[in-house]
Each structure stands twice: as structure tokens, then as C-alpha cells.
T-cell receptor
Framework: GNSVTQMEGPVTLSEEAFLTINCTYT??????LFWYVQYPGEGLQLLLK?????DKGSNKGFEATYRKETTSFHLEKGSVQVSDSAVYFC???????????FGSGTRLQVQP | EAQVTQNPRYLITVTGKKLTVTCSQN?????MSWYRQDPGLGLRQIYY???????DKGDVPEGYKVSRKEKRNFPLILESPSPNQTSLYFC????????????FGSGTQLSVL
């Protein structure tokens, strides 16, 4: 079945630093890819998505490009803020069960 | 306001004492699902429902039951909780046409002693 591998956390950065969180996937075909974010004490919410190869999803200054050659969907942001501190999950659908398969999550801590 | 509401937020119980975690959504979504979140494992699906009276197992259904008698509600039932069910639980919903954009509740932290 489909699977997702994310870089281990936590990732600790200073404000205004550049962020990359790596995500690679294994899937049949070319499914849509997602990044979800979980702020402290809250449920997950969709951050961005890409539906086909070479698509770039973007939201709130975050970007991720669907790379089928490297089966990757790395999350980037040019200048992080303290308010970006959260856990980030890469995900792709398991259409057979109408489920999302999530990575293990990467905690980001941004220090002032 | 569109939302998925779970209750309770926190629950401490003892082994074997039946409990129910409620989930309700106000968006008229057909699809609802339960996940559990454990450190290092991400989220794993427990059960899902495509519509009223239609439910199916996810990755980790053992020890759980669900029901979907109404479109808006999807309770999670632990008939005889055990310590390995200590976890953070999330309910989620979506429209049938856009199943990947899930709307999540705020979570229920369950501790089974």
C-alpha cells in the first residue's frame, strides 16, 4: 500500500530562518499529496496540496512541489515565525479505504 | 461555523469500563472517520463511514466499535478499554467528492489505567 516517510523531529529554528521538512512517498500511480499542520491543542488542518506531478502547492508562505522523479514532496518556507511552531504531517490518500496515510509527523519549534 | 466537535477533550478511565467518545459535524458531510495518534506512528485510521449505516474497518479496528445512525454523528465505542488504547483520538469528516480534505475535531486524550 501507499506509505510516507518524513524526517525525524524536532526541528528547532530561529525566527526568519529557512525551513525544509523532507517527505518521500511510495505509491501506486500519481496520487494527490498533502501537508497537514497541527497547532498545539488542536486537530489537524490542511495546509496545502498538489494534485499532479510538478504541481506546487502553497499557503501561508509554505510551499511544496510534487516531484515524481524523486517521489518527494518537501515542505519549505523562506522565513519562519514563532507562530509556525506546530507538528507537520505529510499525507497521501489510500483510495481503497477512503483514508489518508500520514507520515509520523515533524515537530517544528521556532524560537524568537 | 463549520466544525467537527468531539467530546470529551480529556478522559481518564480504568481497564474494562465501557466508554463512548462522541463526534458530531455540522457540514452535512457523508464521510466520517476515526484516527488515533501515537508518538512516532503518526495517525492511524480506526474506522470510517461512507454514509449512514455504512461503516468499515481501518488499519487498527481491534477493540473499537462505531455506529452511524445519523449523518452528523459518529461515536467511537470502547467496550472494554485496555491500557494499550491510551492515545489521542481524532474524528474527521469530509464531503464525498473531496475525501482528501479532512476536517478534524480538536481531539480526545484518553488514558486507560
Amino acid at each position: 500500500g501507499n506509505s510516507v516517510t518524513q524526517m525525524e523531529g524536532p526541528v528547532t529554528l530561529s525566527e526568519e530562518a529557512f525551513l525544509t521538512i523532507n517527505c518521500t512517498y511510495t505509491a501506486t500511480g500519481y496520487p494527490s499529496l498533502f501537508w497537514y499542520v497541527q497547532y498545539p491543542g488542536e486537530g489537524l488542518q490542511l495546509l496545502l496540496k498538489a494534485t499532479k506531478a510538478d504541481d506546487k502547492g502553497s499557503n501561508k508562505g509554505f510551499e511544496a512541489t510534487y516531484r515524481k522523479e524523486t517521489t518527494s514532496f518537501h515542505l519549505e518556507k523562506g522565513s519562519v515565525q514563532v507562530s509556525d511552531s506546530a507538528v507537520y504531517f505529510c499525507a497521501l490518500p489510500d483510495t481503497g479505504r477512503r483514508a489518508l496515510t500520514f507520515g509520523s509527523g515533524t515537530r517544528l519549534q521556532v524560537q524568537p | 461555523e463549520a466544525q467537527v466537535t468531539q467530546n470529551p477533550r480529556y478522559l481518564i478511565t480504568v481497564t474494562g469500563k465501557k466508554l463512548t467518545v462522541t463526534c458530531s459535524q455540522n457540514m452535512n458531510h457523508e464521510y466520517m472517520s476515526w484516527y488515533r495518534q501515537d508518538p512516532g506512528l503518526g495517525l492511524r485510521q480506526i474506522y470510517y463511514s461512507m454514509n449512514v449505516e455504512v461503516t468499515d474497518k481501518g488499519d487498527v479496528p481491534e477493540g473499537y466499535k462505531v455506529s452511524r445512525k445519523e449523518k452528523r454523528n459518529f461515536p467511537l465505542i470502547l467496550e472494554s478499554p485496555s491500557p494499550n488504547q491510551t492515545s489521542l483520538y481524532f474524528c474527521a469528516s469530509s464531503r464525498r467528492e473531496s475525501g482528501e480534505k479532512l476536517f478534524f475535531g480538536s481531539g480526545t486524550q484518553l488514558s486507560v489505567l
